[in-house]
């Protein structure tokens, strides 16, 4: 988005400052979306879509590396008592991982495969295999990959994968890279859907015409609903605790950044 300024917006914080006294004290977490409030996309309850939005560290909006941030009142949401800040800190991704359920129907038995193995892969892993006995994840790193299998998820490298072109009805692709893109394509079969989850950098050449001819629904899925993602944490379903790499202090940001920076990295948290 070419966002200058502090970036971050996976946060939980407790409020400080507040014209409604009710909130003061609360730990809360927060939408990072903030929309007009008047556009038609606000009057029909797509404000992440207000084409007059900022977003919280991403888009002419200050994000959370920082001892302080601001958001609306109607953006906030009180953690439960129950979810403590190392899980609640996930509740930004993880809504985003409940987004794709909001816009497709999983059934028990439907062939769903997940191509990455990354932070937010591991979160879809974790909210999909509620809805569905035949998840597959195609992950790369063996760390990674064990971890999804840590949580009884059936993940494999692609050397291992077996699976046949056109053999799946839903395909989801987190991997941010154009390969995820090409596999994603060969894997959904007549009829499917293809989820992307992955902002791409940069363009790609593909042949729209295997969609058109096979008859793919093609669904670009970003931020979700926050209730449902504090629901899983507060009922246990998904505990994403174990992805945190390490924890730094806010002013050791840059030592933070340094870890992150290694291939072995999940989450690396600041705390202040
Ligand atoms: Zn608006």
Redesign the pocket.
Same mark, same amino acid.
Request: aromatic fraction near 8%; charged fraction near 10%.
């Given at each position: 988005m070419n966002f200058q300024g502090i970036i971050g917006h996976e946060f939980v914080g407790i409020v400080e400052k507040s014209p409604a006294p009710e909130w003061l004290g609360k730990i809360v977490v927060g939408e990072i979306n903030v929309?007009? %409030?008047? /556009?038609f996309? /606000?009057n029909n309850s797509m %404000?992440n879509h207000?084409?007059?939005?900022t977003v919280l560290g991403i888009q002419e909006k200050d994000g959370a590396m920082a001892e302080y941030l601001t958001l609306p009142i109607g953006n906030l949401h009180v953690v439960p008592e129950e979810v403590d800040w190392t899980k609640s800190v996930f509740t930004e991704p993880l809504a985003a991982a409940c987004e794709i359920l909001e816009q497709i129907q999983i059934f028990t038995n439907d062939e769903v495969l997940l191509i990455g193995d990354g932070k937010l892969a591991q979160l879809i892993g974790r909210v999909l295999q509620h809805h569905t006995t035949n998840l597959t994840v195609l992950g790369k790193h063996p760390s990674k990959i064990e971890l999804f299998r840590k949580h009884g998820i059936n993940a494999v490298s692609l050397g291992e994968f077996k699976g046949e072109s056109a053999s799946f009805k839903v395909v989801i692709e987190a991997t941010g890279n154009w390969q995820g893109w090409d596999l994603a394509l060969d894997m959904v079969r007549p009829k499917g859907f293809l989820v992307l989850k992955s902002t791409y950098v940069g363009s790609h050449n593909f042949n729209p015409a295997s969609l058109v001819i096979n008859e793919i629904t093609l669904i670009g899925s970003r931020c979700g609903p926050f209730p449902e993602a504090l629901k899983l944490l507060k009922e246990g379903k998904v505990d994403p605790s174990d992805l945190i790499t390490e924890i730094f202090p806010l002013n050791e940001w840059k030592n933070a950044f340094n870890r992150a920076q290694q291939a072995d990295s999940m989450k690396v948290l600041l705390e202040h």
């Open positions: 929309s007009c %409030g008047s /556009c996309y /606000c %404000g207000c084409p007059q939005r």
